[in-house]
Structure formats: C-alpha cells, structure tokens
C-alpha cells in the first residue's frame, strides 16, 4: 500500500471488504476489485503485526539484558 493508514483502519477496511464480498448480488467485477483490495491490506496488516512482535520481542530481550538480533552482526 503506498499510503500507510492506521492498522486498525485496515483491519476495519478489510472486515468490510469481507462483509461486501458475502453479499451474493455483488458483481464478479466488483468482487475481483475487492479481492485486490482485501489482498493488498491482508499483506499490509501481515506486515505491521510481524514488525510490532519483533519491536516487541527486541523490547523483551533488552528488558532480560540480552542483545537483540540487530546487535549481533
């Protein structure tokens, strides 16, 4: 996505997509474009998710006194 928008905006984005896509009179064209869309912000919310556990895992490993892995290279 190349506007970042707030996670929870595209987590609430996607459950409407969701929600759209359920209706059966919605078009094949509408679908496939709602499909893109619903794509594009599942692989955005993936990837805020994985970076905030690995904040929060390096947070962890500070807060034990370990290094955290872009330490050690």
């Known amino acids: ?6 996670f929870e905006e595209a987590l609430t984005k996607l459950e409407d997509i969701v ?3 359920d209706d059966p ?8 474009k709602l499909y893109k869309e619903g794509l594009e912000l599942s692989t955005y919310c993936t990837k805020t998710l ?3 556990t ?3 895992e390096q947070i962890q490993q500070k807060a ?3 290094p ?6």
């Open 64 to 66: 034990q006194g370990m």
């Open 68 to 73: 955290d892995s872009s330490e050690s290279a």
């Open 54 to 56: 690995l904040t929060i």
């Open 50 to 52: 994985d970076k905030a």
């Open 1 to 6: 996505m190349s506007n970042e928008i707030p």
């Open 25 to 32: 009179s919605v078009s094949l064209e509408e679908s496939m």
């Open 19 to 21: 929600k759209k896509m």
